[in-house]
T-cell receptor, first 110, second 113 residues
């Protein structure tokens, strides 16, 4: 079993939709949780970072961490075609080794 | 301009021929890391370095070597490449750790025949 599980999709939604992306994990020691966005032929870029449990909001993006369920989510409100990308969750125990999910490919069509 | 550079961007080589992929950052970052990305497997960490002369294994270190002799450079060495090391490789750096924003390089596409 992989440390981090993420449904690869693909996910296709109309512009303006609310998008929900999720990851589950098996290691209860994870305490740093991140979401990265990767456009085609580019390196990933950090979108959201959360330490331990709770919610974090940044514009149209909300990250949630539920440590009791070992489940993290990323919500995108009012999705735009420019949000079309692959979204990767990542998490770590210590401040060095990082575990990524497989990534979910999202397409937002006009 | 703040950036992470990797060279070469594309490389086709043969089994067993030693190669080095260079990575350099100009942001005075302490932390650097190497990843490989494969279809269906996502990003997997190969090695990381918390500072000069301090390196540690990631998820998939077998068949790879690294060194951190200078803060700005973190080369990835494949002593005897094999076809299963055909992949897209990314170098990344951040100020202190994985919890800081990591800046990724443009990627190196390696094919081993």
């Amino acid at each position: 079993q992989k440390e981090v599980e993420q449904d690869p999709g693909p996910l296709s939604v109309p512009e303006g939709a609310i998008v929900s992306l999720n990851c589950t994990y098996s290691n209860s020691a994870f305490q740093y949780f991140m979401w990265y966005r990767q456009y085609s032929r580019k390196g990933p870029e950090l979108l959201m970072y959360t330490y331990s449990s709770g919610n974090k909001e940044d514009g149209r993006f909300t990250a949630q961490v539920d440590k009791s369920s070992k489940y993290i989510s990323l919500f995108i409100r009012d999705s735009q075609p420019s949000d079309s990308a692959t979204y990767l969750c990542a998490m770590s125990v210590t401040l060095g080794r990082l575990y990524f999910g497989r990534g979910t490919q999202l397409t937002v069509w006009p | 301009e703040a950036q992470v550079t990797q060279n070469p961007r594309y490389l086709i080589t043969v089994t067993g021929k030693k190669l080095t992929v260079t990575c350099s950052q100009n942001m005075n970052h302490e932390y650097m890391s190497w990843y490989r990305q494969d279809p269906g497997l996502g990003l997997r960490q190969i090695y990381y370095s918390m500072n000069v002369e301090v390196t540690d294994k990631g998820d998939v270190p077998e068949g790879y070597k690294v060194s951190r002799k200078e803060k700005r450079n973190f080369p990835l060495i494949l002593e005897s490449p094999s076809p299963n090391q055909t992949s897209l490789y990314f170098c990344a750096s951040s100020l202190v750790s994985t919890s800081d924003e990591q800046y990724f390089g443009p990627g190196t596409r390696l094919t081993v025949t």
